[in-house]
């Protein structure tokens, strides 16, 4: 069986330091280890439309920043092919038939859909295509054949919900497709990294983010504003970890190696949170170390962005070329589905 592997994000905004860590930092190393067939990374357009069908330029807008956002980070496009949702029809064919497939209360059981729902207040006003996004979400990733699926751990129920229609498909029509599997990333951390503002998750519209393309000093802003334990009020006070967000970001991106270059009184992340604990270590040290860090990480992201954005045009012919791929990739399954389905009608044609 070929690896093929699939991602993607929605462009209602840059990327930040959540889809980093979250699900960026995995594409590189798979990129770098090169054990795959294929490698596709979706601009999810079309689902973006799903809840700002009334502001389709923020979307179009966003298509840019978003690839440039994933070539800044080291996404190679010789290695990956990155394409735009939209530009593949098949999906949406796809997803009508896969609609057929599926309860309206399995929609409503899926615990992704109703924190999205909760998040975006819509109540009763639910867009119809917002509610069929997972199926949507499992077109996509089944039109490639994907087998591997790196995200987050809030997306788990969008891969299993994928999983159940492949399966529900394989049971009625034939098998047709391969059941993908989920990849997380190794640090339990990054699975979801939480807003500046100690909100449960890093979101664009919660205004709560550090993005890729931040510069230095907007970044040390927001890590100086952000969430740490509010009954820390003296630097001889003892503090919270938990849920203070300065150490949740220290737990996703903080290697041993800091210590030595940043904070070299310290042996490790536990010899600090320790300290912490017991009092006697203020917030803005802590804080000033995180900034040390992300600024590490964030320098080159920011310096190839700058020359990426001096040629954007050959980044949409890319995109645009992709895209061709990509459709020819989908038709070749979507073909596979109508014959095992019994609507490949250009047989009968053949015959006469």
Same mark, same amino acid.
């Given at each position: 069986?070929?690896?093929?592997?699939?991602?993607?994000?929605?462009?209602?905004?840059?990327? +930040?330091?959540? +889809?980093?860590?979250?699900?960026?930092?995995?594409?590189?190393?798979?990129?770098? @280890? &090169?054990?795959?067939?294929?490698?596709? %990374?979706?601009?999810?357009?079309?689902?973006?439309?799903?809840?700002?069908?009334?502001?389709?330029?923020?979307?179009?807008? *966003?298509?840019? !920043?978003?690839?440039?956002?994933?070539?800044?980070?080291?996404?190679?496009? *010789?290695?990956?092919?990155?394409?735009? !949702?939209? !530009?593949?029809?098949?999906? #949406?064919?796809?997803?009508?038939?896969?609609?057929?497939?599926?309860?309206?209360?399995?929609?409503?059981?899926?615990?992704?859909?109703? @924190?999205?729902?909760? $998040?975006?207040?819509?109540?009763?006003?639910?867009?119809? &295509?917002?509610?069929?996004? =997972?199926?949507?979400?499992?077109? @996509?990733?089944?039109?490639?054949?994907?087998?591997?699926?790196?995200?987050?751990?809030?997306?788990?129920?969008?891969?299993?919900?994928?999983?159940?229609?492949?399966?529900?498909?394989?049971?009625?029509? &034939?098998?047709?497709?391969?059941? =993908? !599997?989920?990849?997380?990333?190794?640090?339990?951390?990054?699975?979801? $990294?939480?807003?500046?503002?100690?909100?449960?998750?890093?979101?664009?519209?919660?205004?709560?983010?550090?993005?890729?393309? @931040?510069?230095?000093?907007?970044?040390?802003?927001?890590?100086?504003?952000?969430?740490?334990?509010?009954?820390? %009020?003296?630097?001889?006070?003892?503090?919270?970890?938990?849920? *203070?967000?300065?150490?949740?970001?220290?737990?996703?991106?903080?290697?041993?190696?800091?210590? #030595?270059?940043?904070? =070299?009184?310290?042996?490790?992340?536990?010899?600090?949170?320790? +300290?912490?604990?017991?009092?006697?270590?203020?917030?803005?040290?802590?804080?000033?170390?995180?900034?040390?860090? $992300?600024?590490?990480?964030?320098? =080159?992201?920011?310096?190839?962005?700058?020359?990426?954005?001096? *040629?954007?045009?050959?980044?949409?012919?890319?995109?645009?070329?992709?895209?061709?791929?990509?459709?020819? #990739?989908?038709?070749?399954?979507?073909?596979?589905?109508?014959?095992?389905?019994?609507?490949?009608?250009?047989?009968? $044609?053949?015959?006469?």
């Amino acid at each position: 069986m070929e690896k093929i592997i699939l991602t993607g994000d929605r462009p209602t905004g840059n990327l +930040h330091i959540g +889809h980093f860590v979250g699900s960026i930092a995995n594409r590189l190393r798979l990129q770098k @280890d &090169g054990n795959f067939d294929k490698f596709y %990374i979706m601009i999810a357009d079309t689902q973006a439309l799903t809840d700002n069908a009334d502001n389709v330029d923020k979307v179009k807008n *966003n298509i840019i !920043q978003v690839a440039i956002d994933y070539l800044s980070a080291g996404i190679d496009p *010789n290695k990956v092919t990155i394409f735009i !949702q939209s !530009q593949v029809p098949q999906l #949406a064919e796809m997803t009508m038939y896969f609609m057929n497939l599926v309860t309206l209360s399995r929609l409503n059981r899926n615990p992704t859909v109703k @924190d999205e729902i909760k $998040l975006r207040g819509f109540a009763s006003s639910i867009p119809v &295509g917002f509610m069929c996004y =997972p199926i949507s979400q499992a077109a @996509d990733i089944l039109a490639f054949g994907s087998t591997i699926v790196p995200v987050g751990d809030d997306q788990l129920p969008m891969i299993e919900q994928t999983r159940e229609i492949a399966r529900t498909f394989n049971n009625t029509y &034939g098998e047709v497709f391969a059941l =993908p !599997q989920p990849l997380l990333p190794d640090n339990k951390a990054c699975t979801r $990294l939480v807003g500046t503002d100690g909100g449960l998750k890093m979101s664009k519209s919660a205004g709560n983010c550090i993005f890729l393309k @931040d510069e230095s000093e907007v970044v040390k802003q927001k890590i100086m504003n952000a969430y740490t334990d509010p009954n820390h %009020i003296k630097v001889s006070d003892p503090g919270r970890v938990e849920g *203070n967000v300065v150490f949740s970001y220290l737990d996703a991106f903080c290697q041993k190696e800091h210590f #030595a270059r940043f904070l =070299p009184e310290y042996e490790s992340l536990d010899a600090l949170k320790n +300290h912490y604990r017991q009092g006697g270590l203020g917030d803005v040290k802590i804080k000033l170390f995180l900034n040390n860090i $992300l600024q590490e990480i964030l320098q =080159p992201i920011r310096e190839r962005r700058k020359e990426l954005e001096k *040629n954007v045009d050959k980044i949409y012919e890319m995109l645009f070329e992709n895209g061709k791929k990509a459709s020819q #990739a989908a038709a070749e399954t979507l073909e596979k589905m109508k014959e095992a389905m019994g609507l490949n009608y250009s047989k009968f $044609l053949s015959k006469k």
